[in-house]
Structures are given as C-alpha cells and as structure tokens.
C-alpha cells in the first residue's frame, strides 16, 4: 500500500482538522461548504474510498478536490494529533482527480429524485445531496462495531424550523435517519441507510451574561464555545474540543476534569431546545415537554433532535493555577483525589496515569513511550493527581507538604523532555530522598536544579519533530498557553493524542470511589485486554458529586484497518460489557456511558447524535 493510501486509510475521525486548535486557521472550504468532504477528512476517506474504487468519479469529487489549495495547515494539525502528514493525500487526490479528467473518465451527475428535490426546497440547492463522494465521508468511522453504512442523503440545515420540515419529510417518506455532529464517535453509532442530518451549519453562540449562560446552537464545538467564553472571563464545561456541545450532551452528558466542581450532565445545561420525531419545536421547559429526567433504560429513548442548548457560564478568576501530585499507587492518589473533592478543594480534580501524562505531553510516539517509562522506573510516579483552582485552593495543597509539580516543574519538565529521557542525574534522585517518596520535589531550588540540567527550550523540543516542521512547531511550544496547565485543561487539545498510535476505544462507567471496588474493575479490564493481546491502559478518574463517586476511563487501543485486531477488539469490548453489566447487578451502583448512549438520549435510529 503507498503511502498516501496508507494514511489516508488511518484517520482517527477526531475531527481536530475542523478547529483552529493551533492558531493557523483551518481550510478554507471546510467553513465555506461545510460538509465533511470539504475537510482534510473528508478527502482522507474520498481518497481511500477512490484509490479501492468503492465509488465512481462524480462532481464533488472534482469541486472537492480542486477546493484544497495545498496550503500544509493540516499538517500541522494532523502532526500534532497523530504525527500524520495529510497534504500529501490532498496531493494525490487532485493529482487523481487531473488524471481522470485528461483521460476522458466519466463524471457521474447527482441524480435528484423527489425526496431530493423537496429537501433542497427547505435548505437550498447545495445543502442536500445525494453525491455519493459526499455521502462516502458519512458512511463510517474507525469503530471496531461500526458496520460503514452510505446514506442515501445527506442534509445540512440551517435552523430548527429547517430541521423541522426535514423529519416531517423523511417521516412522511419512511426515509431513517441519522442526526450528526462532528462525526467524532468511537462507537460507530453516527451512520444511517437513509439520510444524515448534518447539524454543522447551526453555529449560533448568544451570550447572555446577567443570567450566566450562553446559548449555543447545534453546530458549535467545545473549543470555539470555550474560546469565546475565555473572551468574556467565563468558562463553560465542555467534553473533546471537536466534540459539538449539543451532541455531547445529547449522547454521553459533559463530563471533564472540571465536572469535579461544574458537576456532569444535567447540572451543565439550563434549557434546550428541540424538534419532536413528529418535527414539532419544543423546549425542555415548556409545560408540555417530555420528562427528559425520567429516564429509564427500557425506553426507546428521548424523541427528539436538540438544535440549541443553554449552557452554563462559571466565573475565572485571576489566580488560577494548576498542580501535579505524584503517587505511587492508585489507592493513593484515590485518597487524595477523594480529599479534595469532599473538602471541595479546587475546581478540576484528575486522577492521571502514565500513559495519559507522556501521551498528552510528548510531541511524538516515540518520545511518549520514552517519557512513560522515565516517570514510572526512574522517577517512581505511577500516577498523578492534576488540581487546578484558585490561590486559596493551591494554597491548601501545598499546607498539606506533600511533594508537588508546580506550574513552573511542569513548564521546565515539558519543554526538558528531550533531555528528561537521557539524565543521568534520575538515578541520583533516590539518594536524595528520604523515607518519604517524591520528597526530591521538596528540596529547595529543585525546579532550578532541574532547569539546569534539563535546558528546556521549545528548540528543545521541536527537534523531535520531522526536520521541515520544527520551525513552526517552535514557535507553537513557545506559546505561554502550550506549558499552561489551566490552558491545556480547558480547552483539552493534548488530550487528542490519546488515539495517536492507534484508535482509541473509551470504555466509561460512573460509580462510587471505593479503592478496593475501582481496583478491582481496574485489574479486570485489563485482564479482558491482555486476554486478547489488545493494548490497553488506565485512562483516568475526576471525582464527582463532592468525592461520593467519580468517571473511571479505560482504554483499550486497536489498529483499525487490522481485521485479526478489530475481531480481538471485538471480543474485548463483549466481555468488557458483560463484566460491567455483572457490577451493575451486584453493586447497584456502577453505571456503564453505554446504557446512557445506546439505551437512553440516543437508543432510537432515527436520533442517533455524536
């Protein structure tokens, strides 16, 4: 396979080409046209797709690909995810593209029946298409349970009443239908054989600041609602920074670091509004309104298309900082996380393993591994409690003396990883510790020890980066945001990382924080994992609900244009369900996300949302 197939075939679906994450601005036609094909991913999937002659040549394919100018920004973007370099892909599809046209080859017009025809009456000529080099980029995910499914449409409203006409019609028509985000699911639940309803186009984001919320329409993401919150000196709680917020809430409920305070799904919306599966407008609070809180999971699920949602706004103050708390073990770390979460002692609390800590921080796959093994055999840090908070909430984290990684550590330690690999001086840290472990950390002017040894630059770490990007990639580690722990935890762009080597599958439950419980589900999944030779790893755990309970990820990793690892994966991902379903039963107390997504907001087809 060459190369530009190869890569092609392995986009995450993470849908970080659709936010200006890093700065550089995004391509031009994806905001202009804003179906999926007319984004780097999009011309990923139309590539493979051409390349294995799963569709004929048709008039998108032309007009999308002569609308990518080769200007290099995803590579910037997709590097940073996945150390993936996509313009040579956007190359080889226009180089296809010119070939096919100089060679006579067919164009194959969009057919437009009645169904067709009505639907561009509601949104406009170009906003429904049955292309099928448009209908391609919605037709799968990397999902190892997702069956690709093309749609027969795909639609693109601009409004709720648009939204509206669209499900009267499809009823009218027995047409399904899926109801689309951003299209970064893991699960595979966001394809349909008849239509998709792309909401991308709903980008509406009012401020209503006396009465602290911000409503939001269905096409805005996490990093765009949270950037433009930040201009205002608020923060919103948001979920992955491509993830589209409605969706977020409609598929899983909003759950980060900071639901440690903001609190997790219904405590971070205050109204939405929706179109019925009738295709009637309503509003959660109208008199009328279903009972979106009585849920039950023998339900065919809530009925209905979220099209705007009012979010909450939560003050920023001045003083905030973040802090890194090593441990040695997970019960530990537990404890503490527990503490502070009762006390209400900061405003995000995660509890970090190894894997998330170097894969987040270090710029490549191989520098990741690398810096994983540093903390955990030359520095003995298996774990790391993340707290984030106010003077006063910082304060009492260091009044309890334990050893800490402060903001200026973690700065130095991450733009030092090069060098951190390679020291020497690790093997001496344990002599200069006493009984107690990490209490290194406590010597006065080991930050500027550390500085010393370690010369962290962003040249530094730009060198890990292939020769013809270090130059840009330098600037970028020099941005004060790009070292700032409060920074990188609102708007979480590191933590797209986590599929870098390969696609990530989250397994997510909420239940209480029990040390002997958590351990034991712990060792299980990774039990379940080894079992079928699937990497896997401990993602992390934010208290909830004043420390009472918490969300426990873990994560299991698989190659997936590997057929003997999607089967593996397969297999996982039953028994993992089935040893979850045996702790609900038992306890009473474990809830897996997936009896939220598939049983609940999201169990209909027609009103499948991600």
């Known amino acids: 396979m060459h190369e530009p197939l190869t890569t092609a075939k392995n986009c995450r679906h993470y849908a970080m080409c659709k936010i200006d994450f890093l700065g550089t601005g995004i391509c031009a036609s994806g ?20 390349a294995d002659g799963k569709i004929p040549v048709t008039e998108k394919c032309l007009e999308i690909a002569d609308t990518c100018d080769l200007c290099g920004k995803c590579d910037y973007q997709c590097y940073f995810v996945t150390e993936m370099r996509p313009t040579k892909v956007m190359k080889a599809l226009k180089d296809l593209m010119a070939f096919h046209i100089e060679n006579g080859g067919e164009v194959v017009r969009e057919e437009v029946d009645e169904v067709l025809a009505e639907l561009k009456e509601i949104t406009g000529d170009f906003w429904a298409t049955s292309d099928r ?3 391609l980029t919605y037709a799968h995910d990397p999902s190892p349970v997702a069956t690709p499914t093309m749609p027969d449409y795909v639609i693109m409203p601009k409004t709720n009443k648009e939204v509206a006409s669209i499900v009267k019609l499809l009823n009218r028509y027995e047409i399904p239908f899926a109801v689309r985000g951003n299209g970064s699911s893991v699960m595979g639940f966001v394809m349909s054989k008849g239509a998709v309803i792309d909401m991308n186009r709903m980008k509406t984001i009012e401020f209503d600041e006396k009465n602290w919320l911000v409503k939001v329409g269905a096409g805005v993401t996490a990093f765009n609602l949270q950037k433009e919150a930040q201009k205002r000196g608020f923060r919103v709680n948001v979920a992955e920074p491509s993830a589209l917020v409605c969706a977020n809430i409609m598929c899983s409920g909003i759950f980060s670091t900071f639901s440690a305070s903001y609190g997790t799904a219904a405590d971070n919306y205050i109204d939405a509004e929706f179109v019925s599966k009738e295709g009637t407008l309503f509003q959660m609070n109208d008199k009328d309104a279903p009972n979106f809180f009585a849920f039950n999971p023998s339900n065919e699920g809530i009925p209905a298309i979220c099209t705007s949602a ?10 905030e900082e973040g802090i890194l708390v090593p441990f040695a073990s997970m019960e530990e770390a537990l404890n503490f996380s527990k503490e502070c979460a009762t006390h ?15 894969t987040f921080m270090a710029p490549t796959k ?5 810096i994983k093994d540093t903390f955990n055999k030359e520095l003995g840090i298996q774990f790391l409690v993340l707290v984030i908070g106010g003077k006063y909430d910082i304060s009492t984290i260091r009044n309890m003396e334990l050893p800490t990684i402060d903001q200026k550590l973690f700065r130095t330690l ?19 510790s006493d009984d107690e472990p990490f209490s290194y950390l406590k010597l006065n002017g080991f930050t500027d020890l550390s500085e010393a040894a370690l010369s962290p630059s962003p040249e530094l770490l730009a060198k890990e980066i292939d020769p013809d990007l270090r130059t840009f990639f330098k600037k970028l580690f020099a941005k004060p945001e790009m070292t700032d722990l409060v920074w990188l935890n609102m708007f979480r762009i590191i933590s797209s990382r986590m599929g870098r080597e390969k696609h990530v599958v989250a397994l997510i439950i909420y239940l209480p924080i029990d040390n002997a419980l958590i351990a034991e589900i712990d060792g299980e999944f990774r039990r379940i994992a080894e079992k079928h030779q699937i990497k896997n790893d401990y993602g992390f755990i934010t208290p909830l609900d004043n420390g009472k309970r918490c969300v426990f990820e873990y994560d299991y990793y698989l190659d997936q244009n590997d057929p003997d690892e999607i089967a593996r994966m397969q297999q996982a991902m039953q028994e993992a369900g089935v040893m979850i379903e045996k702790f609900t039963q038992k306890t009473g107390t474990v809830k897996w996300i997936l009896h939220l997504f598939t049983q609940g907001f999201c169990r209909k087809e027609n009103f499948l949302y991600s």
Do not use: C, N
Not at 310 to 319: M, R
């Open 31 to 50: 905001p202009e046209k804003h179906y999926v094909g007319f984004y780097p991913q999009g011309r990923m999937d139309l590539y493979a797709a051409l």
């Open 133 to 135: 080099a448009i209908a």
């Open 310 to 319: 009012s979010i909450k706004l939560h003050p920023v103050t001045g003083d």
């Open 344 to 358: 209400r002692i900061g405003l995000a609390i995660g509890v970090l393993g190894g894997e998330y800590l170097s």
């Open 366 to 370: 191989k520098l990741a591994a690398d």
């Open 414 to 432: 991450y733009l030092g990883m090069p060098s951190l690999r390679s020291a020497k001086w690790l093997s001496l840290l344990t002599e200069m």
